[in-house]
């Protein structure tokens, strides 16, 4: 096993930003580590299969990384022939790593048995630990959840992550069939640091530094893995840092979600893309972004309904400029939600198709 990229503050738990299939842009790293970076970041996954080529946009977020900090470059995929051959072509540029996807949940990906699909079938899995140990030019990380119907395949799990030296786990405490819906299992990835030789990364619903903190403690991981409130809150890294140095943690206001929201409308641009597409993705950040804005959810009822930059650009100034002074929520407020047929906590009646 071989040591993990130093931390920002030496000796500090680390924390990465969680991939995110069409979020984790090489533009979002740039706004992320604009306003705070994390110690880590992982790339979207690069499909892997018999005619896959390196996704260029992912790709460009490792060759012209635009942070200052290491990125590994996340897989999905399960034949070994196509996974040497990717690994291959990642191997000349600058990456800390690669890290194999053993947790999407969308049905599309985990019934071609890659993604969450794998942990149905330990056996492979552990053919392609062995391949990707030997193969990874630099550290070889697992992004897994606990299990996939239920948490069964656990324990083997953890066997395979010891018996092939893995790097790190970044663990995501639900099962495949939980998606997002159930509450983390936070007792498992404790068990995982525990069990496992190497490093584990503690990953779902770490909404704030408090919280951080609290799965720190609770779990004895080696850091935290944050994904959707990273978006809401871009400080939530640096305020990692400074709580756990005991420094005055900055809070911010509405004003600096303002600059957020604005330094998001102008990395995210593209003069190529309609407008009104442009809209739907700055609206799919905002999501996030509104559930510390107003406890009623004003904010959130109207951003969603917003078609054009104007309308958008008087939402975000009404709610956000004129009250820069307010304080913005450390927590999401309670009854909001960012995607509601997809993170309530009851189990929705269709599975959907994202990771
Ligand atoms: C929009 C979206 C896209 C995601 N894409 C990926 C992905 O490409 N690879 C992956 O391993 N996990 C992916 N995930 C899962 C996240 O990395 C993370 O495990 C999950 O969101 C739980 O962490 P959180 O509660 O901090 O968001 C995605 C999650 C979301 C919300």
């Not at 330990?122 to 990380?141: A, M, N, Q, W, Y």
């Amino acid at each position: 096993m071989s040591p993990l990229p130093e931390t920002i503050n030496e000796g500090q738990a680390c924390t990465a930003l969680a991939p995110m299939q069409d979020v984790t842009t090489w533009e979002f790293m740039k706004v992320v580590h604009q306003f705070g970076s994390p110690d880590y970041y992982f790339t979207e996954y690069f499909r892997v299969h018999e005619t896959s080529i390196l996704e260029k946009h992912i790709l460009y977020s490792i060759t012209d990384n635009p942070t200052d900090r290491p990125i590994f470059a996340q897989l999905i995929g399960e034949n070994l022939e196509y996974i040497e051959r990717t690994v291959s072509e990642l191997k000349s540029h600058p990456i800390a790593g690669i890290d194999l996807n053993l947790g999407c949940p969308a049905p599309k990906v985990y019934k071609k048995n890659v993604g969450g699909g794998l942990l149905i079938n330990l056996d492979h899995v552990d053919k392609i630990f062995g391949l990707l140990r030997e193969i990874s030019p630099h550290l070889f990380t697992v992004k897994s959840r606990i299990g996939f119907e239920d948490t069964a395949p656990f324990e083997r799990l953890l066997d395979l992550i010891n018996k092939h030296d893995v790097d790190l786990l970044s663990l995501h405490g639900r099962t495949v069939k939980e998606m997002y819906w159930a509450d983390v299992h936070y007792d498992y990835i404790a068990e995982a640091v525990k069990r496992a030789n190497c490093p584990v990364l503690a990953n779902g619903n770490v909404t704030s530094y408090l919280k951080a903190e609290e799965i720190l403690y609770n779990t004895g991981c080696h850091g935290i893995m944050i994904g959707r409130s990273a978006i809401r809150n871009p400080w939530i890294f640096r305020q990692i840092r400074e709580h756990l140095a005991g420094d005055v943690v900055f809070q911010p206001t509405l004003g600096d979600v303002f600059a957020y929201s604005q330094s998001l409308r102008e990395t995210l641009f593209k003069e190529s893309v309609p407008e009104q597409n442009q809209v739907n993705k700055l609206k799919k950040f905002f999501n996030f972004i509104g559930l510390g804005v107003d406890p009623g959810g004003q904010f959130l009822y109207e951003i969603r309904r917003v078609r054009f930059f104007e309308d958008m650009d008087d939402v975000l100034y009404r709610y956000l400029k004129v009250h820069s002074d307010k304080p913005f929520a450390t927590e999401p407020y309670p009854g909001l939600v960012a995607r509601p047929n997809r993170e309530t906590q009851v189990k929705p009646l269709v599975e959907v198709a994202y990771c």
